[in-house]
Structure formats: C-alpha cells, structure tokens
C-alpha cells in the first residue's frame, strides 16, 4: 500500500507484473540470490523500466558494500532507486547529493540487520535457558537423553542443559524407507507419496496430514539424506 500511495504521489506507474516481492527472506540474502530480486534483476538489465521503488534499504543488499555496489549498478543502467521508509521520509537517487546519503543509509542499514540477528539470538538463548528444544525431530526419528550435559552462558548465568541423541523410531523408520524407495528407485511424485501416507493414516510428527512440500522436506532431511547414503548407495538422488 505505501509504495503504492509513494508511486501514485510521484506519477509513477506500477504495474502487477512488475511488482515483485520476497516474503520470509532476510535482507542479508544477495539480491540477485531472492526468488524475486532474480526476476527484477532480469527486469532492470533488460531495461525495460526506468524507476525501482523499495520500502527499505535493506532490501538492495546484505551489507553495506552490497548495498553500495547495487547502488552504484543501477545508477549507472539509468534507474532511478527510490526508498519509502526512512524515518518518515522518503529518498530518490535523482537527489543530488544521494551518492554521499546512500554510504551513511547503506552503514545504518547494516547496523540494523546486526540489531535484528542480536535479537534472534537472545530468543534462541532464552529457549535454551527454558529447556525448549531447538530445531524439530524429524519424523522416524525420537530423542534420548545421553546423560551427557553441556554449560552455555547466557546473560550473566551458566545454564546447563541434558545432550540429545537422536535415536531410529522403527514405526516410522519403516515409512521413511517406503519413501525413499519410492522417490529414488520407483520414481514417484512427492504428491503421489504423500497420498499414500494419507491413504495409510500416517500422521506427521505434528499429527498432521501430509503434503508433498512435506515429503520433500523430510527426504531432503541430513538425517535421511545420512541414511540413504548409508543404506542407499546405489540410489541416485536430487
């Protein structure tokens, strides 16, 4: 909506197919490596616009040389880069003295994405301080306590915690095996063995129904991936 009312307010025209978005992706991820910044890079070299509107800095770069580098590439194609969102103002590279202003937004914007990983830390910090499990148990697998325990520091206190192993579910291990053979040696669609596993009233870890995204997900597992190139070696996998 901002960009829109931002577009509007300086006659410029938006249109859907030539709006992109990358919804969950961090501003540490490199433009060109988003599934949308890769479309609108593509866009910008085919030069078919003239105006890129962003609601954040972050969003041209990971850091502040990325951020500088991009600038500077799309200055010099002939597009004009506009930013909604900084501090209630707005910012265009058509200003003149936007060369010295973007090295200064560029740092600011790299200092925020610093703030933001501080942040995500004390909340992993503060679930190990609480005992919660990091990470989920992939289905065919449990955990068993070791009778092992490590100490992390967290704030200003030790805190010690129980090592996890992961141990083999033999209800479910069967399934994963019935996956992995149907994927790899039969061919099957994901869609077509998550079906199966519905059909056959096998719930997800979560005790849900399961979706191919799902499937996916757990034969691209490290612990399945392990086993399959344990087991497996003749297989050919993705």
């Known amino acids: 909506a901002r960009i829109r009312e931002y577009a509007a307010f300086r006659h410029l025209r938006l249109s859907p197919e030539h709006t992109f978005t990358d919804p969950a992706t961090s501003g540490t991820v490199i433009i060109s490596k988003r599934k949308g910044g890769a479309k609108l890079m593509a866009l910008l070299e085919s030069g078919a616009i003239r105006h890129l509107i962003v609601l954040k800095m972050d969003r041209l770069g990971r850091d502040a040389l990325d951020l500088q580098l991009a600038w500077r590439k799309f200055t010099e194609m002939g597009i004009v880069i506009h930013v909604i969102d900084l501090g209630g103002d707005s910012f265009s590279s058509d200003n003149p003295l936007s060369k010295f202003i973007v090295g200064l937004l560029a740092l600011c914007a790299e200092l925020e994405v610093e703030r933001i990983r501080g942040r995500v830390q004390d909340v992993l910090d503060d679930k190990f301080k609480n005992g919660d499990r990091l990470g989920a148990i992939p289905f065919g697998w449990d955990t068993q306590g070791t009778g092992r325990f490590v100490t992390k520091r967290v704030g200003h206190e030790d805190v010690r915690r129980e090592i996890m192993l992961l141990t083999p579910n033999p209800s479910e291990q069967v399934w994963v095996h019935r996956l992995i053979e149907g994927r790899f040696q039969e061919r099957m669609g994901y869609h077509t063995l998550a079906a199966r596993l519905n059909e056959a009233g096998v ?33 050919k996998t993705e």
């Open 203 to 235: 719930k997800t870890k979560l005790g849900r129904r399961w979706q191919k995204a799902t499937v996916w997900k757990l034969l691209h597992n490290r612990q399945v991936k392990r086993l399959i190139y344990e087991q497996y070696p003749h297989l």
